[in-house]
């Protein structure tokens, strides 16, 4: 069995982990040393890690630069992780992951995107609490186990 992470990256983001003993679920933790323990506690035990490529926008109007460089530097630090553990990683962007599974996209859903997105998370994953920190991690998750040839 191929063992998983999928990482949402941002500081509301989360981790999904597919392993022997099933899946795992985690916000992203706050500071950068309880992501680094959990991140490499993951990464050990991982085969492949299927990430999320972001760009540099920040959603909300008037986002200020500092909420770009602080988005950028947590995705930074987790691909320095992701390199130094030696494990294959995977960018996926959001359109490709949202193109597989079929979940429409964000100009007809709205002010209710997230929403609609961790209802289908929990649609596919009916024995997870599923969480808007996680959702879009499990929706990560389920595109890679696709592309893995595990559903």
Known sequence: MTRILAID???SGGLAYLGASGIILNSMPETDQDISVLVSDRLAISDVVY???VGGYVGG????GS????FGYNVGFLHGLIAAS???????PPQRWQKTLGVGNKATHGAK???HLKGIAQQRQPRQVITLKTADAVLILEHAMISEGLK
């Open 113 to 115: 995107w997230k929403s």
């Open 86 to 92: 030696k494990t294959r990683v995977i960018e996926v």
């Open 9 to 11: 990256p941002g500081m």
């Open 61 to 64: 109007k008037g986002a200020p």
């Open 51 to 53: 990430i999320e490529k």
């Open 67 to 70: 909420s770009m460089f602080n």
